[in-house]
């Protein structure tokens, strides 16, 4: 079997708990980074194997490891034989297609949200699965690609009064989640310059290109609202949990990330009405513009019509028709021409047709 599938539907047949790696392969090299610290001292290195952090399991610290790239399924086999987590929670981490969720298990928590962000000046969203889970002395991040987004979460722990160096893991998890969600703002920033600027071109010179972005805005919004709406119920889950692992006082700072959630799920939702009335508007300047173009045209054939009856008339091929002979028929003729056309202009132009 292939190291990684492409799409969760290959695995069908495989028993449940299956460690397949399901998601886009980067091409990197799987990286573990272990940061350990307390009030008194701060440690980062990069290990690798599993079997380096088993000694973390005496001392007195809390130690966060970050595992960058999921094609190594025997890092994440590891972690489930060494610590004690369930084949199917191993499974969920492996497959990047998760549905944010929340799972409470005794000993651990289990979290998965989307990391998003814009891949370039186009409007083209990079979607990357971040699974936590968080034990008593450890929390293990799963990424699938390295990048900058826990760069602030290191400077944060610099500081040796700082919250995040005294606390527990549950208060390193909300750091995590919270500058994951944070991201989401630079997003919606984007989202509402690109918005701005495809109303404008709307009001006045809408073509192809603006529907081509519209539609692009309305796939993207679907893909966005699948990523940021189940946030509501994590959080509230996690608001609600038991667990031991939990403590009050950071149940108030997950509160502060569901308000963030809220935020970006409206902005969402918002966007979503905003491109339907854009497409509407579209579809409409675009008619209004076919029907002033047909307007134009029609005039033109009116004028025209009773020009063509004349010449047809006197194209005809009989050979007693008196006006033929006359001397001043041609430019009366004419005349009539012109004086028909001037007439329906000045008609048309009464009736504000023109």
Same mark, same amino acid.
């Given at each position: ?6 799409? #969760?539907? !290959? ?5 449940? /708990? ?22 008194? $001292? ?48 191993? !499974? ?13 298990? %005794? ?43 826990? *760069? ?9 009064? /700082?919250?995040?160096? %005294? ?9 995590? @989640?919270?500058?994951?969600? &944070? ?5 919606? &920033? ?5 918005? !701005? ?6 009001? +006045?010179?809408?073509? #192809? ?17 699948? +990523? ?14 038991? +667990? ?11 509160? &502060? ?9 409206? #902005? @969402?939702?918002?966007?979503? *009405? ?17 029907? !002033?173009? $047909? ?20 194209? $005809? ?11 001043? #028929?041609?430019?009366?003729?004419? $005349? ?19």
């Amino acid at each position: 079997m292939a190291e990684s599938l492409s799409y #969760a539907s !290959e695995k069908s047949g495989l028993p449940s /708990g299956s460690l397949v790696h399901v998601g886009e392969v980067h091409g990197i090299e799987n990286r573990i980074t272990v940061i350990d610290y307390n009030p008194s $001292m701060l440690e980062k290195r990069i290990i690798k194997s599993i079997e380096d952090v088993l000694p973390y399991k005496q001392t007195d610290t809390v130690t966060w490891v970050n595992i960058e790239g999921l094609s190594d399924i025997s890092i994440i086999d590891a972690i489930g034989k060494h610590f004690g987590i369930h084949a199917l929670v191993l !499974e969920d981490i492996l497959n990047t297609h998760q549905r944010p969720k929340f799972e409470d298990f %005794n000993d651990y928590l289990y979290i998965v949200l989307k990391a998003l962000s814009l891949s370039d000046d186009i409007f083209d969203v990079d979607y990357e699965q971040v699974s936590l889970l968080v034990l008593d002395k450890f929390v293990f991040s799963f990424k699938e690609k390295p990048d900058a987004i826990f *760069d602030p979460i290191l400077a944060q722990l610099g500081n040796e009064k /700082g919250r995040l160096r %005294n606390f527990g893991t549950d208060y390193l998890a909300y750091v995590i @989640m919270d500058t994951v969600v &944070d991201e989401y703002f630079a997003l919606q &920033d984007a989202l509402d310059e690109l918005i !701005e600027n495809v109303e404008d071109e709307l009001l +006045s010179t809408p073509t #192809a290109k603006t529907l081509k972005t519209i539609q692009t805005i309305k796939r993207e919004l679907i893909f966005l609202r699948r +990523s940021v709406s189940p946030l509501r119920e994590l959080l509230v889950a996690i608001q609600r949990s038991d +667990s031991h692992l939990l403590h009050e006082r950071t149940k108030r700072y997950f509160g &502060d990330v569901y308000d963030h959630a809220i935020r970006v799920i409206e #902005a @969402m939702e918002s966007y979503r *009405d905003l491109i339907a009335g854009m497409l509407d508007i579209y579809l409409s300047s675009v008619s209004n513009k076919m029907n !002033e173009t $047909m307007k134009v045209l029609t005039v033109f054939a009116t004028i025209f019509i009773p020009l063509t009856f004349i010449a047809g008339v006197y194209g $005809m091929n009989f050979e007693y028709m008196p006006e033929l002979k006359w001397k001043w #028929a041609y430019p009366a003729l004419w $005349m009539l021409f012109i004086a028909i056309s001037v007439f329906l202009l000045g008609y048309f132009k009464k009736k504000d047709w023109l």
